[in-house]
């Protein structure tokens, strides 16, 4: 008898080791499983996704219920073998009562070599001891397997990518065109994030262009290498892409454009405007005298930030067009007497012909005069050098613009010496802090008196300062 339970015995081990072939008796339609389940000792769960380390214990689980008249079953385990079958993992006997239920579990120290990648594991049951006829069954897939290995060859172990929380089944997890090896043993950027530094450039392209992807701002110019790239077309590589002495980052603060060194066209690079002239780079004629600013600053030597660089009373370009020296107020004199004798000539001329003298030949005579004045050099007589005559002239197309003191003093002479300074605003344009700035220095200078009246100022000639200028209204 003993011989016969060693003989049956040994007759079970080698049917557990032995392939099956797949097609088994169709299962009965009244007993069923439960979905199968693995212990997490022993497995990885990634998304629906389960991982069985291979070499490493596990347990396998289900439920079983019996709808059926019989009370004894026979459970079995089984794993694809890759080549069409199955191979038996283990079996057990088992007592259900009719119509009741029972759990099934499975302990296994390791699975069979070979058995790797993924493979469907089937539970079946059959009625009693060696019976062929199988009443349920279940399956479910999972993925065997090793430690050491590198399921989807992107150069990290399995282990390392569990730690790591990488796709055990992808080589490039977070999609950015590197392999997940390459991102943390080359690069040591996130395999999880495919823009590690947030820069809008993905791992890959900052690899490949040369930039930091670990460094947001590689050249460190203010700007994110990914809104150089794909916003401004500067080099996330070099903080001053043109070369004008300013950073990318304070070109687009101050509007300047990062790709020119020279965006108002003037002759001056933006830095130089900036740093140096205190000029401005959008204008090319910051102070609008009609010179650019590289004219006045390196060929004429007048202040680009000036309309009236000498205090003449005539801008930098009437003198140049003249033939004065901007730079020089005494030269304005020498050229006066000419102008004056011109312009009393061409008031003859029109008095002559039956004409009023236009408004701007009677207009550029009191400038020539005031210019005169001014330099305290030469006097001349208040009135017009010219008198209207009986009718009225051809419009004169062209005039010299009058630098910004002058056109004050000619509003307040038109005035009769006297103004509101937010009338002044009103009729140049002017932003209300510029018109401060000027009357102030004008006022420094003695060509005029600032009144207090109320809330507001009246601005007076020096020498038409009103009587009630000192009374409780100032």
């Given at each position: 008898m003993l011989a016969l339970l060693l003989a049956i015995a040994s007759a079970s081990a080698l049917v557990a080791a032995t392939p099956v072939a797949a097609s088994q008796p169709a299962p009965s339609a009244n007993s069923s499983f439960e979905p199968i389940s693995l212990s997490e000792e022993g497995t990885v769960q990634q998304e629906d996704q389960t991982y069985v380390w291979r070499n490493e214990s596990s347990t396998l689980s289900t439920r079983f219920h019996n709808a059926g008249n019989s009370s004894l079953y026979e459970f079995c385990a089984?794993?694809?073998?890759?080549?069409?079958?199955?191979?038996?993992?283990?079996c057990q006997q088992m007592n259900v009562d009719p119509n009741g239920s029972r759990k099934v579990t499975f302990d296994?120290?390791?699975?069979?070599?070979?058995?790797?990648?993924?493979r469907n594991v089937t539970v079946v049951a059959t009625r009693g001891f060696g019976n062929e006829e199988t009443v349920a069954e279940t399956t479910s897939t999972y993925t065997f397997i090793e430690r050491s290995g590198d399921y989807d060859g992107d150069g990290l172990v399995n282990e390392r990518e569990v730690e790591l929380g990488?796709?055990?089944d992808s080589r490039d997890t977070d999609g950015d065109g590197l392999s997940?090896?390459?991102?943390?043993?080359d690069h040591g950027t996130d395999p999880q994030d495919p823009d590690t530094d947030d820069d809008g450039l993905r791992d890959q392209q900052e690899i490949i262009l040369g930039t930091d992807p670990l460094n947001s701002d590689t050249d460190g110019d203010g700007l994110t290498d990914g809104a150089e790239v794909n916003d401004h077309g500067t080099d996330p590589q070099d903080p001053d892409t043109d070369d004008d002495g300013l950073t990318d980052g304070q070109e687009l603060a101050l509007g300047t454009d990062p790709r020119n060194e020279d965006t108002d066209g003037d002759g001056l690079l933006d830095g130089e405007e900036v740093d140096r002239h205190n000029t401005d780079p959008l204008?090319?004629?910051?102070?609008?005298?009609?010179?650019?600013?590289?004219?006045?600053?390196?060929l004429r030597g007048t202040d680009p930030l000036r309309v009236d660089t000498d205090g003449d009373s005539l801008t930098d370009s009437q003198e140049i067009a003249l033939g004065t020296d901007p730079t020089n107020p005494a030269t304005t004199v020498g050229f006066a007497g000419l102008a004056l004798a011109v312009l009393a000539g061409?008031?003859?001329?029109?008095?002559?012909?039956g004409y009023s003298v236009p408004a701007v030949v009677r207009k550029q005579s009191s400038d020539v005069v005031k210019a005169v004045k001014t330099d305290g050099n030469r006097r001349a007589e208040e009135s017009d050098p010219v008198v209207d005559g009986p009718a009225s002239a051809p419009p004169v197309e062209t005039q010299v613009p009058l630098s910004d003191d002058g056109r004050v003093l000619q509003m307040l002479q038109e005035e009769s010496g006297r103004v509101r300074q937010s009338e002044i605003v009103d009729r140049t344009e002017w932003s209300k802090s510029k018109v401060s700035r000027l009357l102030s220095r004008m006022e420094e200078e003695g060509k005029l008196t600032k009144i207090n009246v109320g809330r507001e100022n009246v601005i007076a000639l020096t020498d038409e300062t009103p009587d009630w200028a000192d009374s409780a209204l100032r």
């Open positions: 089984y794993v694809e073998n890759g080549d069409g079958g199955r191979v038996k993992l283990d296994f120290e390791r699975y069979p070599k070979g058995i790797s990648g993924e990488t796709d055990l997940d090896g390459a991102e943390v043993d204008n090319s004629d910051t102070d609008g005298d009609g010179l650019t600013d590289r004219a006045e600053d390196d061409l008031g003859v001329w029109y008095r002559r012909s």
